[in-house]
């Protein structure tokens, strides 16, 4: 089976603009969770969707957003973009067969945004 | 508060060396579950294991090995003969039961691992 794919792998942005981020879980996971991983605060925990349904959200300001489709692929956006930003943004997927027993997440390579 | 805690931020060993990595967490819940991860330089976490909080066995697969202890909320995990590939950031993480995998991290710890 093929990985956690997240695309694009890099990006550059300036202040102030947007930005969309995607994710295609493993075959068959029903859940998506969202991390940023930046050297100061370390890995922390964004979003999670299922059945397109966002069930828990991190300590993020609304501009960060996401969305799941009916193929469990995911995206999150970040709008109005600051420096502080800048990370790498990795997203996980489990099978979630119950809806509601944690399972084992398995990551993608993650997207490394730089704000300039 | 922190709910998972590494205390050790880097560790540097020779090859062959044995090596312990430190996971102390905190929870309420009385249902929950731990997992260590890789994170080699290409970025991508590796899953390597998984604990539920009922099941204490301590669980061996080649060279790593894990220790989880409720009476102390510490899950460790050790490299036996440590190799140059292990070299890599490892995080322990929580996820408490009903928070639909919302995991919280400790901070890591890298590891080098020299020839």
């Known amino acids: 089976k093929a990985g956690v794919t997240q695309t694009p792998r890099y990006l550059i942005k300036t202040r102030g603009q947007q930005v969309t981020l995607s994710c295609s879980p493993i075959?068959?996971?029903?859940?998506v969770s969202w991390y940023q991983q930046t050297p100061g605060q370390g890995l922390q925990f964004l979003f999670e969707?299922?059945?397109?349904?966002?069930?828990n959200k991190g300590n993020f300001p609304g501009r960060f957003s996401g969305r799941q489709f009916s193929n469990s692929r995911s995206e999150m956006n970040v709008s109005t973009l600051e420096l502080g930003d800048s990370a790498l943004y990795l997203c996980a997927s489990s099978l979630a067969l119950s809806g509601t027993v944690t399972d084992t997440q398995y990551f993608g390579p993650g997207t490394r945004l730089t704000v300039l | 508060a922190q709910k998972v805690t590494q205390a050790q931020t880097e560790i540097s060993v020779v090859e062959k060396e044995d090596v312990t990595l430190d996971c102390v967490y905190e929870t309420r819940d009385t249902t929950y579950y731990l997992f260590w991860y890789k994170q080699p330089p290409s970025g991508e976490l590796v899953f390597l294991i998984r604990?539920?909080?009922?099941?204490?066995q301590n669980e061996i697969s080649g060279r790593y090995s894990w220790n989880f202890q409720k009476s102390t909320s510490s899950f460790n995990f050790t490299i036996t003969a440590s190799q140059v590939v292990d070299s890599a950031v490892y995080f322990c993480?929580?996820?408490?039961?009903?928070?639909?995998?919302?995991?919280?991290f400790g901070s890591g710890t890298k590891l080098n691992v020299k020839p």
């Open positions: 075959s068959g996971h029903r859940s």
């Open positions: 604990r539920n909080s009922f099941d204490e």
């Open positions: 993480a929580l996820s408490e039961a009903g928070n639909f995998n919302k995991f919280y």
């Open positions: 969707y299922f059945s397109e349904t966002q069930r």
